[in-house]
Every structure is written in C-alpha cells, then in structure tokens.
C-alpha cells in the first residue's frame, strides 16, 4: 500500500505494518461474525418458530462466504488476496444485508420498522471498521447501497418518513466512524514518519547509531549463545573533504547518499549499515565468518569506487577504505569494533582504497592477557 506521506523507500514497511494489522482484525472480526450471525439465526428461530425463508439464506449466505473465506485465507495463506480486500468483500456484504432486509421489513412488515435500528445501526458500524478507510470508501461502500436502496423503496412505494429516518441515524454514525478511522490512520502515519526520522540518519536514510547499536548487541548476544561468527566492516570514504571543498557541501551530500545506496545494494538482507558519523559507516554481517567478511567488503569496496559518481554534473572517483574485524570468544562489541577501526586505520596507512583485516593472535604468556591484532590486507 503506497502512501505519498511517507518516504517511498518505507512504503513497504508500512505496508507490511498496515497488512499486519488488518489480518489481525479480519481474523477477529471473522470469527465475531460468525458467533453474531449463530446467536441471531438462534434468537430468530427461537421468537419466529420456523425456519429460515430462501430469502434469508440467500441473503446471509455471501456475508457467511466472504467470512470463511477469511478464515481459510489466514489459516492457509490460500488465497493470497491482501487483506484489506477480504475486509471490504465482508463489510460490503454486511451491508447489503442489513439494507435487503429492512427492505422487506418496510415492504411487508411496516408495523415492525421500530425494531430494526438497533441491529441495523450495528450492522453499519460494523461494517464501517471492517471495509473503510477513507471518505471515497464510505460512499461507495455505504452511501450509493442507501441511496439505491431509498431509490428502489420509493419506485415501489415502500418508502416512508419513518424508514427515512431510520436509514439517517445509522447513516451519520458510519460517516463519523470512518470519518475516526481515517483520523486514526493518519496518526498512524505521522508516527510512523516520527519513529523513521528516531531510527534513520535523515540524508542516507540509513539506520543511525542509536537505532544500530541495540541490533548489535541482540545479534552479539545470539552469535555467542549460538557459536556462530559474526562479523563487523568500518567503512571510511577516502579524501572526502576535497568534495566538499572543491564542490560544496550539496555535492558533499549527494556523494554520500549514493555511497549509502551502493554499500546498501551490496548486502544481503540480514545484513545491516548504518551511518556511523561523518563520512563512516558500519556494517553488521550475521552469520558471516572472515573470508566471507572480506569478501563482501571488497565487494564494496569496489562498487563504491569503480564506477563514477555523477556530482554537479562531474564524473567523480570516489575510493573508500575498509576494516575487518570477525568476533572471537568473550569479545564484546566494543572490542570487536574497536579491531575492526584499527584494521580501518591500517587500509588508510597502506594507501587506501583497500579492505584490512584484523585477525587475534593468542597472546604471549609473558605479555598482558589482551589479545594483540595481527592485521592482513585483502590478497
């Protein structure tokens, strides 16, 4: 579900979220549904003493439908309908139920109209939440059934000042519910784009170190519990300043967005970068031993640095320099940071546009327990 107010790189995140959240109320409500449609067949049967007329079953069988419908659909996966259309599929039928049966209630039984607005207003509500989302939705979903409805009663000359106003109560308390739940989702929305601008650097759109560190250490924690490698890559962009003194700190901006992007197209999707200051970045590799490390930072390094990067109109070389560094037992993320920054620090020594790795060799019983990093340049 796309939404202009929210950055398009999020959209699917917001879809996922919203998707999430109306499986959840197709479910409940499926099942609400089911137990309402029980006890009323139930209270009908029980104050009526008969069956149910081919009318009534002819009428109730698509809400019934479209609810199970639901229910498999969520249980199975099958059909892969999005949610929100099951929702309007049940809530349309809803209504087209109510409506049909006040209807034959105003074109048979007049005398019984003042019993319908309780079950006729519940029906509306229900409905509203289940289908509507916007104002275009109420009246196409409620508005133009009413009105057809009103229009079909007046040709057959069941329509009355009575039936009027029962169809307006119901009508009002539809349009403030979606009225509400549009409110809602724009609320929604607005703290969706607060908690991207808490969590994401706002020129890369990149994760910042707040949001990062917490998915280090969880990811620390498991690669210990777990004894699976876990490795880390700091990034550098090399002579940066010369953009920003040469172009200006627009072009400055614009190198380091599509630097992001490159380093973010590089990865897989368990991997995370962030924007760790500056014109650095960290890359958390899950599951990634240190060839494989090196492997995805020298195929950084070369995505960043062998293809032009247009600024103002210029073709610029932009080379980036890299450190390794892959956890070893007992380390914690600071430490392992702190090897993979040195590792960086000896790319930048060597000349640059390089990738370095940090590997621990067990320390001499004469020197301190602290492990001494023996670092390697990629061959």
């Not at 202009?4 to 499926?30: C, D, F, K, M």
Request: glycine residues 6%; neutral net charge.
């Amino acid at each position: 579900m796309v939404n202009e107010q929210v950055p398009e790189r999020r959209n699917a995140t917001l879809g996922e979220y919203q998707e999430h959240i109306e499986a959840r109320l197709a479910i409940y409500s499926a099942w609400v549904l089911l137990t309402a449609l029980v006890i009323y067949h139930a209270f009908h049967l029980g104050f009526n003493g008969g069956e149910l007329t081919s009318i009534e079953i002819y009428l109730r069988a698509p809400v019934v439908a479209f609810v199970l419908l639901t229910v498999i659909a969520r249980s199975t996966g099958f059909p892969r309908w999005p949610t929100r259309y099951l929702l309007k599929l049940t809530g349309i039928s809803l209504i087209f139920l109510v409506l049909a049966q006040l209807y034959i209630y105003a074109s048979n039984v007049p005398g019984m109209l003042n019993q319908v607005p309780q079950g006729l207003i519940l029906g509306f509500f229900v409905a509203s939440i289940l289908s509507l989302r916007s104002f275009q939705d109420w009246v196409l979903i409620i508005l133009v059934p009413v009105l057809a409805m009103a229009l079909i009663a007046w040709i057959g000359n069941s329509l009355s000042v009575e039936l009027a106003a029962i169809l307006l109560g119901p009508l009002m308390i539809s349009l403030i519910n979606c009225l509400l739940i549009t409110f809602i989702q724009r609320v929604t929305i607005e703290n969706f784009k607060n908690y991207e601008l808490a969590i994401n650097d706002p020129l890369t759109q990149l994760l910042n170190r707040r949001a990062f560190l917490p998915l280090f250490h969880h990811d620390h924690s498991r690669a210990e519990r777990s004894q699976k490698p876990l490795s880390v890559v700091i990034a550098d962009l090399d002579d940066f300043k010369q953009v920003n003194d040469t172009w200006g700190h627009n072009a400055g901006d614009q190198a380091l967005r599509e630097v992001a992007r490159r380093l973010k197209d590089c990865l897989r999707k368990q991997d995370v970068v962030c924007r760790w200051g500056g014109e650095e970045f960290l890359i958390l590799l899950p599951e990634t031993d240190s060839n494989g490390a090196m492997r995805v930072a020298e195929k950084c390094r070369s995505s960043v640095s062998e293809t032009l990067i247009d600024i103002m109109g210029h073709g610029h070389t932009q080379t980036i320099s890299l450190g390794v560094a892959t956890l070893t037992g007992g380390e914690s993320v600071e430490e392992l940071i702190n090897r993979a920054d040195r590792a960086l620090y000896s790319a930048k020594k060597s000349g640059r546009n390089r990738v370095e790795l940090a590997r621990v060799t067990a320390a001499p019983s004469s020197q301190k327990a602290d492990n001494i990093p023996d670092i390697k340049s990629f061959p």
